[in-house]
Every structure is written in structure tokens, then in C-alpha cells.
């Protein structure tokens, strides 16, 4: 392949470009489908010639913030996320419109319609725009690794924050994409009008004048964009509105063209002027868009001259679960099943915590103990002990999201629940856990905490985790009696010892905070592999 063809999955090309736009730094937290933007950048050889920042951070929310702080000193800095973090980044997040970027700022939600390693299906979009932020959604890999470069300049012409909203199957597919060449890096500078990055309401009120103002030329911009294209076709009964990947997917069905008019949306704010010419041209508009009907209920909510709005909300489109060219070719109404055989080869495979794995010790010494406590209730949390749910374990009641587990242990503790247990990993417990156990220290809540700890980031692929060597200072830093800051090795032959510390600390009342200790099997795997070579 040519040198300036490289086969890249999405997350790659949006890694790639940031690199050719001069990033400085990426700040992120694991989480498919958007992990291996950062691991593409840790890779690179570019990158670390750079000394581009490229270090996981505790959780989206600080990631956020360090990516701010990099922008306000002129460098262009992209955070990255699944989904569920733009919500423990929101705070920041929305705020950051109000302060703008110096250094062009892009952050990168990855979606995951369908589900496939989420607790939900919530659509990135309705963060740009409730945020007042430009957002992008690139249709095809070679889109994304070009619109990144796009998004830093389109942040730092208007000193602002942008979003690109990626989903699963552009995020984890692999194409050839034509790279360009590298970009220099920004030199250092402060921001033009330092009143605005200090979010009192004396600066804010004036700065939010600002930001709607400014909302006009985001709209202006999107619609003279070149990833916003309105295509004409013949057949007028039905206009297509086909946003991101759902273009890509459309496109396929017509090998010649589509017969009807297509608006490819790939940035927000949604282009008005575009979607008006739709409505008046044509007697209906079928929308694909993949996550929740985002461009759907803003045309119902706009249009008021008769025209049919069809898509998800009308069934032409499943309400729920990712777009697929499959369902595409029903709500074109074309019998073309035979395109896309239904696969055989991929057979399902339900997930199950891996042979030799320290979670399943913990769960069997847990699992005795609690059913020597018939009401015992135990909260857990995310990560691969999540899969202590399913069968042979049975053995948690909730999974909400990440660091769920110490503070619902806690509330139903104050309900009067004992025992009352909460199970958490090492990278979740310092992602959003710790804050949690705070609660619980000041109001010595009669809870016990079980950090399954095993030195990695499972669930994710094994990336490092931020407290590991550290938990038990942690604890004890936050007050945590030292007594009940129990450390045990997660081994079949120490079942009786975990069991006996287990009903210990049940038996105290206070909080008090179990260790299980062992490192991820698959990383021991990997780290003997790399010693042996
Ligand atoms: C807000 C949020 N960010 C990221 C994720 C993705 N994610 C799921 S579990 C997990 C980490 C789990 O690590 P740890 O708690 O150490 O448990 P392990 O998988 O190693 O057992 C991550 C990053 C998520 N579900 N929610």
C-alpha cells in the first residue's frame, strides 16, 4: 500500500488526524467503543517525538478539565470518551462553552447504539446542543480522520470547544484512509480575554450573550459545510435526511444514485436552510440517523407545512438498537434482503469472567459468607466483576454506573439494610469511588467495600489504572479506620482466610474496606510475554 494509505479503524483516523493537527495532548478515560484513540496515540511514534501528552487520566471529568487547562495556554488538546462519560464530564463540559478554548479543543464522544458494552443507549448529540456547541459526525473513516483537523480549526476560529460524536461502527470498522501530511504544534500563548475563562455571573452573563449569539455563525458554518451536502434526485415523494454513518449505510443501497433528494448531515447545529428546501421540494422525509431521533423531533418541532416526517418515532425505523444497512433497506421499502444474507459465521459468545480470574475467588468466598446473611444485599458496580451477576455467581443486586456501588451500599445502609456490601474495582473505585467512600467515612456508615483489585483496567483491555500500589493509603487517607483496611490474595487455597475476614468486617459496624489482591490474568499473560522477549 502507498505511504500515505494506511488501513485505520475510525478511532484511529480520529487519533491520526489530531496528530496531523497539531495536537499537544489527548486526555481520556478508557471506554468502548473510543479506547483506542488514545492507545493509537500512545503507539505513535509521532506522537512521542511530539511529546504529546498521552497518559489515561482518572476519570472523563478530569480529562475534561487537563484538556481545558492545555487549550487556555494556546495547544490544541482532544479529550475522548464513550458515551456514559460525557456524563461525568458534563460538568466541565458545559461549561467550557462558557469559557471557550484558546487552543483549539475537541472532545470525542463515542456512542455505542445497541448496546453492545453499555448500560445505555443515550445519543452525544444532545450534549452539543445543549451545550451550544458546534458538533460533528463523520460518515465515513476517512471523513473522521479529515474532520478532526477541521474541528480544531473551526474551535480556534471561534474560540471554542467542539464535539464529535462517533457510534461503535465507525468507531471499531477498519478502511483505507489517505492521510495527509503533519501540522506543527501551537506555540504557547494565553487567551485573548481572560474575563471569560472565570465563570462568575458577572463574566458569564456577558459571555453567554456572546455564545447565542455566535450561534448563527455555528449554523452559518454548517450550512456552507462541505460534510453537509444536499444531492437532488428525481423521485420527490420522499427526501432523505441521513446523518453520519446512516449516509454511509444509504448510499450503499444505490449503487447509481439515490432517485431521492439526500441531505447528508455531518455538522451541527443542523443545517436549517438545507432541511427547509427538503420540505419544500419534497412530500415526505425519511431521517437515518443512528442513536435517538435527534434531527427527527427538531424537524417535528419546526415544520408546521404538512410535510411527513418519518423515521424513528414513526416505526420506519426501530425506536431502539443501531442503525444496520439491514434495517435501512426496509425503511426504503426495498426488497433487497438478499444484498445482506443474515451471518452465520459470528456465533454469539455471552461473556463470562475468565478462568483463573481473581473476581471469581472473591465472588466464591462472598458468595459462602452471604448466605449466611439471608438479607444480605451487594451493590456492585462497573467492570469485569459486573459479571458476577450471571450464572454460576448470582451474586450482585445493582450495577448502575461507575462508582454506584459504595454510595447505593451507603444509602441503603442509612435505610436500615445490613449487610449492606458494596463491590467495586480498582480503576472504578478511583474514577468515581473515592468521593463516595468520603460520604461514607463522615457519616461512619455501617457499610463494607470490597475493592477487587487487580492492578489493571480489565474490562477495557487492561490499561493502567491510577491508584494501583496505593489503594490502601487512599482509604486510610480518607479515613478509613487502618484496622479495616483488610488486604487478601483472591487464591482458591485462601478460601477459609477470605471468608473469615469477610464476616469480620460485616460484623464491624462502620465502614470498613476489603482488598482481594491479584493481578489480571490476562495481564500477567502479557506482561511474562513481554519479559520473555
Ligand atoms: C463513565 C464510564 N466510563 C467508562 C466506562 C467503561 N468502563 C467500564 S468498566 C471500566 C473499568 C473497570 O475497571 P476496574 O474497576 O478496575 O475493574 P476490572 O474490569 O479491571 O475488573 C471502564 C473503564 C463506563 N462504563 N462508564
Known amino acids: 500500500m502507498e505511504d500515505n494509505k494506511l488501513l485505520l479503524l475510525g478511532d484511529e483516523a480520529v487519533a491520526l488526524g489530531a496528530i496531523h493537527a497539531g495536537l499537544s495532548g489527548v486526555y481520556a478515560y478508557p471506554g468502548t467503543p473510543s479506547t483506542e484513540i488514545t492507545e493509537y496515540i500512545q503507539s505513535s511514534p509521532l506522537a512521542r517525538e511530539r511529546g504529546i501528552h498521552c497518559q489515561w487520566s482518572c476519570n472523563e471529568k478530569t480529562a475534561m478539565e487537563a484538556a481545558l487547562g492545555m487549550s487556555y495556554m494556546g495547544k490544541r488538546a482532544m479529550v475522548c470518551m464513550k458515551h456514559v462519560g460525557m456524563n461525568v464530564a458534563a460538568d466541565a463540559f458545559v461549561n467550557s462553552a462558557m469559557t471557550g478554548a484558546n487552543g483549539g479543543l475537541v472532545v470525542v464522544a463515542a456512542d455505542d447504539p445497541s448496546m453492545h458494552s453499555s448500560q445505555n ?21 476517512q471523513e473522521a480522520y479529515e474532520m478532526i483537523g477541521e474541528a480544531f480549526d473551526l474551535s480556534e476560529r471561534y474560540r471554542i470547544p467542539v464535539l464529535m460524536r462517533l457510534v461503535t461502527r465507525m468507531a471499531h470498522s477498519r478502511t483505507v484512509v489517505t492521510v495527509g501530511k503533519a501540522r506543527g504544534q501551537n506555540a504557547l500563548s494565553y487567551p485573548a480575554n481572560p474575563r471569560q475563562w472565570v465563570l462568575m ?18 449554523l452559518a458554518e454548517a450550512e456552507n459545510s462541505r460534510h453537509n451536502i444536499y444531492v437532488d434526485g428525481a423521485d420527490r415523494s420522499m427526501g432523505i435526511i441521513a446523518c453520519g454513518i446512516a449516509y454511509n449505510y444509504l448510499m450503499e443501497h444505490y449503487k447509481a444514485g439515490c432517485p431521492h433528494p439526500v441531505l447528508k448531515v455531518s455538522q451541527y447545529p443542523l443545517p436549517k436552510k438545507h ?3 427538503m420540505a419544500q421540494e419534497c412530500e415526505s422525509i425519511l431521517v437515518l440517523e443512528d442513536g435517538q431521533p435527534f434531527v427527527e423531533e427538531q424537524l417535528r418541532g419546526v415544520l408546521d407545512n404538512g410535510v411527513q416526517v418519518l423515521g424513528r418515532l414513526t416505526g420506519e425505523v426501530p425506536r431502539t438498537g443501531e442503525l444496520t444497512p439491514d434495517n435501512i433497506t426496509a425503511a426504503l421499502h426495498l426488497q433487497d434482503a438478499e444484498v445482506y444474507p443474515p451471518s452465520t459465521l459470528v ?3 455471552p461473556p463470562a469472567l475468565c478462568k483463573g480470574c481473581g473476581h471469581r475467588d472473591m465472588y466464591a468466598a462472598l458468595n459462602e459468607v452471604v448466605r449466611e446473611y439471608p ?10 466483576y459486573t459479571l458476577g451477576f450471571l450464572p454460576p455467581y448470582h451474586a450482585i443486586h445493582s450495577v448502575v454506573d461507575m ?18 456490601i458494596a463491590v467495586i474495582g480498582d480503576s472504578t473505585f478511583t474514577h468515581s469511588g473515592m468521593t463516595g467512600l468520603l460520604d461514607a467515612v463522615n457519616e461512619q456508615s455501617n457499610i463494607t467495600i470490597i475493592i477487587s483489585d487487580n492492578l489493571t483496567t480489565g474490562m477495557t483491555g487492561g490499561q493502567d489504572s ?14 478509613v479506620e487502618g484496622a479495616h483496611v483488610r488486604v487478601v490474595v483472591p487464591l482458591p487455597r485462601n478460601m477459609e482466610e477470605m471468608k473469615q475476614v469477610i464476616r469480620e468486617e460485616i460484623e464491624y459496624r462502620g465502614v470498613s ?4 489482591r491479584r493481578e489480571c490474568i490476562q495481564t500477567a499473560r502479557r506482561h511474562k510475554t513481554m519479559k520473555n522477549e
Open 121 to 141: 443507549e443515550q445519543d452525544s448529540r444532545f450534549y452539543g446542543k445543549f451545550a451550544l456547541m458546534p458538533t460533528f459526525e463523520p460518515s465515513t473513516q
Open 201 to 218: 455571573p458577572a463574566c458569564s452573563k456577558e459571555r453567554y450573550k456572546v455564545l447565542v449569539r455566535e450561534q448563527a455563525d455555528f
Open 275 to 277: 432541511v427547509a428546501r
Open 347 to 349: 456465533v454469539p459468545r
Open 375 to 384: 438479607d444480605a444485599r451487594v451493590f456492585s458496580d462497573i467492570g469485569c
Open 403 to 420: 462508582g454506584a456501588s459504595i454510595t447505593m451500599a451507603k444509602g441503603a445502609a442509612d435505610a436500615g439494610q445490613h449487610p449492606s
Open 466 to 479: 491510577a491508584g494501583t500500589g496505593r489503594l490502601e493509603q487512599i482509604c486510610t487517607g480518607i479515613g
Open 513 to 516: 474496606v476489603i482488598i482481594p
